[in-house]
């Protein structure tokens, strides 16, 4: 079996996560799998996928997946993994450890979106949406999951959209599994609530050690937690931002909170705008009514020869005074 | 209309050092930037042997430029603007290069890029018009 992991750190405490965060480029992607308990390559498993921080403007997504056996469910509920919802980020790193302390029946992985990948993908010339972007990476997870060699009965997923058409999906790649696409899963079912703990916690921790390739000396409670309402991120948008480069690369400029900013304070910057290259109709074009009506045959004889567009292409004109 | 390059005078340093970022954009401004933390940081070298980074965001594609030997690339400074289309324009060279970088939005640079292309081809074209001929 490949190590598909980004570096060989094996993440069993908070600590070592903050490791296996800081060897990673902050710019890029990063991905990490535990090793896969023997049970769970034996025994049928449930696997729970959910994601962590879609809505801020600043910092990675992060969607994680955690998997056990279904004779061993039950752990989940003794690892306080019920519901995720409302708990406090010291409360999430409670129960995080508690299942790096249950590796012997639980496993998981995550994989961390940059701010930088997720601009990218959606400022592209064709959009790469961030709910695209969000199928892949849990598509991402359960192949990953697969291929460490998991035994999947069953799939839970929190949805990204509407749930019918995401659960469809989902099954048209994967038909050999029983997959379940739900709405507020992670309260729902204890194997996505894990997912989520795995997910929200590697986000926390990724933006407590946030180092800026920027130079700049700040920590995340300079930043704030990224949600456009709040005032730290207000303040940190609105401070930090370079009239020529924007922000830093922690920020997701594709976020309307972060071009506001722009477009009042930065430099303004002109792109090349790739819908015009092509929807513009050829000037020598002649509408159909034209044939019907009655031109001056001069008109026809004026007409400006065009040049070769060898000439027009690497724009090259006539320059007769030097 | 005349215009005039004037490269003796100003002290035109020689700089090999000296990195060119040809940009796909316009920016509304003439100054100073902080290449070095926002942007060289970023530039990563792909398997293709072209480059990635990004600007605002947006997703950059770049080529390494190399000026064909017997050339050389000039910066050129403009002190006063024409008024008028028939005035005289001065320029001075303030830096020169040999390589520069060449950025696309999104896109890989290949010829079908203009300024690709006047370098292949331009210069074939200068050559066989400003040569002097040989007669055999």
């Given at each position: 079996m490949a190590n598909i992991n980004s570096n060989d750190i094996e993440i069993n405490?908070?600590?070592?996560?903050?490791?296996?965060?800081?060897?990673?480029?902050?710019?890029e992607n990063a991905f990490y799998i535990s090793s896969v308990p023997e049970i769970c390559k034996t025994s049928p498993c449930v696997l729970g996928i959910d994601e962590a921080g879609r809505g801020p403007v600043l910092g990675p997504m992060v969607y994680g997946t955690s998997f056990c056996p279904v004779?061993?469910?039950e752990i989940l509920k003794k690892l306080e993994c019920a519901d995720s919802k409302d708990l406090t980020e010291e409360k999430r790193d409670v129960i995080f450890s508690n299942i790096l302390n249950?590796?012997?029946t639980v496993g998981w992985a995550v994989e961390v979106i940059s701010p930088n990948t997720i601009c990218n993908n959606m400022l592209k010339r064709a959009?790469?949406?961030?709910?695209?972007?969000?199928?892949?990476s849990?598509?991402?997870?359960?192949?990953?999951?697969?291929?460490?060699?998991?035994?999947i009965e069953h799939i839970y997923v929190d949805t990204v959209g509407k749930p019918e058409k995401y659960q469809a999906y989902l099954l048209s790649i994967f038909p050999q599994y029983k997959i379940t696409v739900a709405k507020k899963a992670d309260s729902t079912y204890p194997i996505v609530s894990a997912a989520s703990i795995c997910a929200k916690v590697t986000r926390d921790h990724a933006l407590q050690i946030w180092k800026f390739q920027e130079g700049l000396d700040l920590t995340h409670k300079d930043f704030g937690s990224g949600y456009p309402g709040d005032p730290v991120t207000k303040k940190f948008l609105a401070e930090y931002c370079d009239l020529v480069f924007g922000f830093p690369q922690l920020v997701r400029f594709s976020w309307s909170t972060a071009s506001n900013v722009l477009d009042k304070a930065a430099y303004h910057v002109e792109w090349e705008d790739p819908e015009e290259e092509k929807s513009e109709i050829p000037a020598?074009?002649?509408?159909?009514?034209?044939?019907?009506?009655?031109?001056?045959?001069?008109s026809l004889h004026t007409k400006k020869r065009k040049r070769h567009e060898y000439f027009t292409q690497r724009c090259l004109s006539n320059q007769v005074e030097f | 209309m005349a215009i005039h390059i004037q490269s003796g005078k100003t002290k035109a340093c020689h700089n090999t050092q000296l990195k060119i970022q040809y940009m796909p954009f316009k920016i509304a401004a003439d100054s100073e930037a902080n290449v070095s933390s926002y942007f060289d940081k970023y530039v990563k070298l792909k398997e293709d042997s072209n480059y990635n980074a990004s600007f605002r965001g947006y997703p950059l594609t770049g080529k390494k430029i190399d000026i064909p030997d017997g050339y050389k690339g000039v910066i050129l400074h403009e002190r006063i603007k024409p008024v008028t289309d028939?005035?005289?324009?001065?320029?001075?060279?303030?830096?020169?290069?040999?390589?520069?970088?060449?950025?696309?939005?999104?896109?890989?640079?290949?010829?079908?890029?203009?300024?690709?292309?006047?370098i292949d081809d331009w210069f074939d074209i200068a050559e066989a018009?400003?040569?002097?001929?040989i007669e055999q």
């Open positions: 405490s908070l600590e070592m996560l903050n490791e296996f965060l800081s060897a990673t480029d902050n710019s004779e061993k469910s249950s590796l012997d959009k790469y949406s961030l709910n695209a972007v969000s199928m892949d849990a598509i991402g997870l359960i192949r990953a999951a697969e291929a460490a060699g998991v035994n020598d074009t002649t509408s159909i009514t034209s044939f019907f009506k009655v031109v001056p045959p001069k | 028939k005035d005289d324009r001065n320029f001075y060279v303030i830096n020169e290069f040999n390589s520069f970088m060449y950025w696309n939005w999104d896109k890989v640079p290949s010829k079908n890029d203009p300024i690709l292309q006047t018009l400003h040569s002097p001929i």
